[in-house]
């Protein structure tokens, strides 16, 4: 069974770095690139960025390159989106999913919720 | 730059069929595959359609998905609408640097 479990809700600071996870399993984790997508409160989904875990290959939206780096370590089969300095604004619910051939998501993490305050 | 436009929200009788509209600007929406994603409060989203009209394996075949290219729009229909189906659902597709866009949602409200 596929499955992406992503890491647990997150309280931060402003200014403070964060790294979050989405570990794969039930499937070949290097075969299938990896997407992040952020929904912020009541608000629609966005697109952020993928990576493939096998080449680390990563294609951001120009929304989010150089805001977030997005990575993966294939030997885990986990990916990762993390931040250096974080913003209120970055209050979010932030999802990872497994993105098909065709580019489509099909399997979904459940979600990881970043709440930045100070 | 490529866009994706949806109604805000569309609600339909349980039993009846609703038609959900997905609307390209800035570019072509015949040159990516479309997929249509359900979010019900408080949830993840799923996948109800993908590669513009497949159906994930447990998505009932009352989900079917189309593209039209003179209108340069997708379209999401729900036949047999049963309450469970009240959702927000997203159109999705990439642009022409293979970058990924989202439309902005559309709530279903089945009353």
């Known amino acids: 069974e596929v499955q992406l479990v992503q890491s647990g809700a997150e309280v931060k600071k402003p200014g403070e770095s964060l790294k979050i996870s989405c570990k794969g399993s039930?499937?070949?984790?290097?075969?299938?690139?990896i997407g992040w997508v952020r929904q912020m409160p009541g608000k629609g989904l966005e697109w952020m960025g993928i990576i493939s875990p096998g080449d680390s290959d990563t294609r951001y939206s120009p929304s989010f390159q150089g805001q977030v780096t997005i990575s993966a370590d294939k030997s885990i089969t986990t990916a990762y989106l993390q931040w250096s300095s974080l913003k209120a604004s970055d209050t979010a619910m932030y999802y990872c999913?497994?993105?098909?051939?065709?580019?489509?998501?099909?399997?979904w993490g459940q979600g990881t919720l970043v709440t930045v305050s100070s | 730059n490529f866009m994706l436009t949806q109604p805000r929200s569309v609600s339909e009788s349980p039993g009846k069929t609703v038609t959900i509209s997905c609307t390209g600007s800035?570019?072509?929406?015949?040159?990516?595959?479309v997929q249509w994603y359900q979010q019900r409060p408080g949830n993840a989203p799923t996948t109800v359609i993908y590669?513009?009209?497949?159906?994930p394996s447990g998505v009932p075949d009352r989900f079917s998905g189309s593209i039209d290219s003179s209108s340069n729009s997708a379209s999401l229909t729900i036949s047999g609408l049963k309450t469970e189906d009240e959702a927000d659902y997203y159109c999705?597709?990439?642009?022409?640097?293979?970058?990924?866009?989202f439309g902005g949602g559309t709530k279903l409200t089945v009353l």
């Open positions: 800035g570019g072509s929406i015949a040159s990516n595959y």
């Open positions: 999913a497994r993105v098909l051939q065709g580019n489509g998501f099909d399997y």
């Open positions: 590669d513009d009209y497949r159906r």
């Open positions: 999705q597709s990439y642009d022409s640097n293979n970058r990924g866009v």
């Open positions: 039930g499937y070949s984790f290097s075969n299938f690139w």
